[in-house]
Each structure stands twice: as C-alpha cells, then as structure tokens.
C-alpha cells in the first residue's frame, strides 16, 4: 500500500437491477377482461423478431402449446394474432380470439409472407396485407369469423 493510496477516494460500485429471467412471462396485451402475456421461445434468421408462447388470463385454450410473432392487431372486439405453423416458420396463421367468449378462429393458413400490417375500411372490414416475395391482400368482415 501506498501513501497516495490513503487519501484515494473508493471508486463506487455499480448497482444493478435484478434481470428478468429469459423464460418469465411478460404481457403482450391486455383489455378490460383478457390479458394475453408472451414468453421468449426462440428466434430464426428468415424472420424478423423472435417467436413467443402464448397464455391467456381467463385461459384460452387456442393459444396453448403454439409459436406465435409478436404482430398483432385490434378489431372486431378482440384480437387478431400471427401464429406460426411450425418451428421452422415456413408457413403462418391468421388467428382471431374473441374479447367477449375467449373462442379462437383460424382465419387464414398457409401465409408465406413474413411481413404483415392490417388495417380498417368502411368501419365494418379489415384489410391485412401479407408481404414476402408477393403481396397478396386479403379482406375479412366480421361476419365472416366462425369458431370450431
């Protein structure tokens, strides 16, 4: 030990917050009566962002067991989710669940696409465009949603 060393101040040590764990759950979502949390479950290097399980409180048992994005969109009083067909992402689902029942309904299979937006026309339809190495534009009332 030095002399200088005496009238050194310590240097502080940092403080640092606790970090989430990688497999916690986390909310994706939530309404008046449905809360939709996600938890990291993996990534691929053809799509864009990682893939997530899914739960639901109240519980709907559409969402379990199943990879989805992390895309979603609001309409028809509930909520609209990209589900994957498999681990390897070649394909992908449009599926809708219901604020009021909790049901889901597979809206669309078979979506190649990678990026999605969607949006509402004339109040009453929605219009989700799937981009990849086409564009194919797809249009859905509400009437049109039936559940299994």
Do not use: C
């Amino acid at each position: 030990m030095s002399f200088l060393s005496l009238f050194k101040k310590p240097e502080p040590k940092p403080v640092l917050a606790p970090l989430v764990a990688l497999n916690e759950w986390g909310v994706l979502f939530q309404s008046r009566n449905l809360f939709i949390y996600n938890r990291y479950a993996g990534a691929l290097p053809d799509i864009q962002g990682d893939y997530l399980h899914f739960k639901s409180y109240p519980e709907a048992d559409f969402l379990n067991n199943k990879l989805f994005t992390g895309w979603y969109f609001l309409a028809f009083n509930g909520i609209f989710l990209q589900q994957l067909s498999d681990a390897n992402a070649t394909t992908s689902m449009l599926i809708f669940i219901s604020f009021d029942t909790f049901e889901g309904s597979t809206v669309k299979t078979n979506i190649t696409a990678k990026n999605w937006d969607a949006r509402i026309i004339n109040g009453y339809e929605v219009e989700f465009t799937f981009t990849g190495t086409t564009t194919d534009v797809f249009r859905l009332k509400q009437n049109e949603i039936s559940y299994s």
